[in-house]
Structure formats: structure tokens, C-alpha cells
């Protein structure tokens, strides 16, 4: 049984920062990923790190998001600074990536999702 949980999330003036997380149990995944949604708006990649180790980031949030993630504890994180209002989303950590897409920040086709941790930035 595969789970993702997040946490992490709350509210916080911009220009602050935020660091999320994710314990996974149940699967090894060759790549993890962030994504967010705003309200009204689609779905959207932020970010994603390869099994090497390698990160990549939606251009949006490069120089100010880090994906890490810490095998010895099945934990991914996203470490979020100098955070802007137009951050503001439901932001989820998702594994398993499907074969059709390839592992960098705009894939969407994972499989498994966690259920989502609320930021909020004014």
C-alpha cells in the first residue's frame, strides 16, 4: 500500500518561508515530484527530483524552491522562500511517474498523490 502524506503547509506573509514534506511508504520511486493548484487553476508542476539526485524547477519558482529528499527517511521536502502571494495553493507531493513522460518539473502523470497541504501567502 502506497502513501504519500504531507505536511508542512500554513499561512505566512510574503516574502517568508515555508518548508513542506513528504513521508512516502510503500514504494521506491525513481521520481518525486511538487505540484500545486490554485484555486480556479489547473494543475501545475513546480518541481522534480530524479533518482541521481537531480532537481529541476518550474521557472516561476527557480532561485527560491529546493527539492531535497532524504532516502534514510522515505522523505521528500520542498523548501520555499522568499514566498509571493501568487504562491498561494494546494501544493502536493506525488511518485510514480508514468513511462510517457520524463522526469522534470512540468510532468503531471504520476500515479500516486498525497492529499495535498494548503499554503497561503498575503
Known amino acids: 500500500h502506497v502513501q504519500l502524506v504531507e505536511s508542512g503547509g500554513g499561512s505566512v506573509d510574503a516574502g517568508g518561508s515555508v518548508r513542506l514534506s513528504c513521508v512516502v511508504s510503500?514504494?521506491?520511486?525513481?521520481?518525486m515530484g511538487w505540484l500545486r493548484q490554485a484555486a480556479g487553476k489547473e494543475r501545475e508542476g513546480v518541481a522534480a527530483?530524479?533518482?541521481?539526485?537531480?532537481?529541476t524547477y518550474t521557472y516561476s519558482v527557480k532561485d527560491r524552491f529546493t527539492i531535497s529528499q532524504d532516502n534514510a527517511k522515505n522523505t521528500l521536502y520542498l523548501q520555499m522562500n522568499s514566498l509571493k502571494p501568487e504562491d498561494t495553493a494546494m501544493y502536493y507531493c506525488?511518485?510514480?511517474?508514468?513511462?510517457?513522460?520524463?522526469?522534470?518539473?512540468?510532468?503531471?502523470?504520476?500515479?500516486?498523490w498525497g492529499q495535498g497541504t494548503q499554503v497561503t501567502v498575503s
Open positions: 506525488a511518485a510514480y511517474l508514468y513511462s510517457n513522460w520524463f522526469c522534470g518539473a512540468a510532468a503531471t502523470g504520476y500515479k500516486y
Open positions: 510503500g514504494y521506491s520511486s525513481d521520481c
Open positions: 527530483i530524479d533518482r541521481a539526485g537531480s532537481p
